[in-house]
């Protein structure tokens, strides 16, 4: 699992948001998730995030795509 996730990561951060989206459904995602996804890898593509509203947007991002609270 952990080998597919990072060959999926590569291939997807490196397009741009269309492709992205049909990567994530040629993968077998969900397709009521892979926008969701999408926005997500879009947050963490460039740089990791750097101040707290960063974080806070990858955090909802990320509580977003799991439907719940995310403790830290």
Known sequence: M???????????GNFPQPVTEHLFLE???????????????????????????DWEEVIGAIENVCGEKTQL
């Open 2 to 12: 952990h080998l597919f996730k990072r060959t999926v990561r590569s291939r997807v």
């Open 27 to 53: 993968v077998g995602e969900d397709p009521s998730q892979v926008l969701k996804l999408t926005r997500l890898v879009g947050l963490l593509q460039d740089k990791p995030p750097e101040t707290e509203p």
